[in-house]
């Protein structure tokens, strides 16, 4: 069975109540990795296959030139150590999360 749950956000403007509806498909596969790539806000800087800033390094072909452990340890490293940038560091985050993420990455190319 497929569930869809819409979302209705309504914002209050001059006594306007303009309202745009999104909906949600729920039985949609959602890859674990992109969704922590969203949450962790990386597109804000990363371009990915066009979507996302341009501020730091597109990383649509990223794993034509670096390792899942090299990406990995990119993110990972303490942002006092980058030559350029200012990428944050991920080491806080769960092992098996930067696994996810460095494997996406890697599989880019």
């Known amino acids: 069975m497929k569930i869809t749950a819409t979302i209705l956000l309504i914002f209050f403007l001059g006594g306007m109540i303009p309202t745009a509806a999104i909906a949600v498909d ?52 303490a942002a006092s150590t980058r030559e350029k940038g ?4 991920y080491s806080t985050l769960p092992k098996e999360d930067l696994q996810r993420i460095s494997n996406y990455l890697y599989n880019l190319r």
């Open 86 to 89: 200012f990428m944050p560091s």
């Open 26 to 77: 729920n039985a949609a596969k959602i890859n674990p990795a992109l969704e922590l790539i969203q949450v962790l806000g990386c597109k804000a800087c990363h371009t990915i296959h066009g979507d996302g800033g341009s501020l730091a390094a597109d990383l649509t072909q990223i794993g034509s030139r670096l390792t899942a452990a090299q990406i990995e340890a990119l993110l990972t490293a």
